[in-house]
């Protein structure tokens, strides 16, 4: 794709060429995955193209990452460019546009298992939400407040068990949030509360009552940072496929939560 394409009228027509085979783009016009990725994240940066047509871009990389993140580092450049944009978008950014900024990195991330490749990049973009959820109440960021909260429940759904240890910060979010997102906060709640539920009954050792109690109640840790076993692999995450969960994955994570909280002295 040629980056001056996306200035012209013509940018939804090579948006939907693309779209309708994208091996055959490719081969027509010679070009190679890494300089037609470059192409739409220079395209992204622009300020010359409005929104809507971004969104369209967004799209690409959230449907055809297989063809176009071959490589660790293309993956890494997609969402360190992706992040900056977010960082950087002005008040007349929608709401809607930054939000699919985050649904469009979410995707790639939990896509392509980036927890297991690239742990750092993971965290410092699940940090980046726990941001933006912690605004409770905040009147023009709710639309994003929301998609934040869409994005974490997607990723408990996909790492069962991620986000045990903040089960008490999302249950007084989902009580103080006032909007009519509350249903978005409740909703992640309930998704995190549910694999604590599994990974408690499933424990190799005894649950005390009290345990579900001190989680919900007692804060062993801040919202922030994100903070994961020193060895992912050693407590099994892997991504599940969408809209599911094992037992195991949740039994595996939830032992190492549940040992890190043994730790303080409610248990």
Not at 108 to 125: I, T
Request: proline content about 4%; aromatic content about 10%; overall charge neutral.
């Amino acid at each position: 794709m040629d980056f001056a394409l996306l200035q012209s009228e013509n940018w939804f027509r090579e948006i939907v060429n693309f779209r309708s085979n994208p091996a055959a783009y490719f081969s027509n016009r010679k070009l190679v995955d890494e300089s037609f990725l470059h192409d739409v994240l220079q395209a992204l940066c622009t300020d010359t193209i409005q929104d809507a047509a971004k969104i369209h871009l967004l799209g690409l990389l959230q449907e055809y990452g297989s063809y176009l993140f071959q490589t660790a580092s293309s993956i890494e450049q997609t969402v360190a460019s992706l992040q900056d944009m977010f960082s950087q978008s002005t008040a007349s950014s929608t709401p809607f546009y930054r939000g699919h900024i985050l649904t469009t990195i979410t995707t790639v991330l939990v896509s392509f298992d980036q927890l297991n490749e690239q742990p750092q990049l993971f965290k410092n973009f699940i940090d980046l939400l726990l941001d933006v959820v912690s605004k409770v109440n905040v009147g023009d960021n709710r639309l994003l407040r929301g998609t934040a909260c869409q994005c974490l429940q997607e990723v408990e759904v996909m790492y069962p068990g991620i986000l045990l240890r903040k089960l008490e910060h999302f249950y007084q979010m989902s009580q103080l949030e006032n909007t009519n997102f509350c249903q978005n906060y409740i909703s992640l709640f309930v998704t995190i509360l549910k694999n604590t539920l599994i990974a408690l009954t499933y424990s190799t050792e005894s649950v005390a009552p009290q345990r579900l109690t001190a989680l919900l109640c007692n804060r062993t840790e801040p919202l922030k940072p994100l903070n994961l076993p020193p060895d992912t692999t050693k407590v099994n995450y892997k991504a599940q496929q969408p809209r599911s969960m094992t037992e195991k994955t949740i039994t595996k994570v939830g032992e190492w939560s549940i040992a890190q909280q043994k730790k303080t002295s409610f248990f």
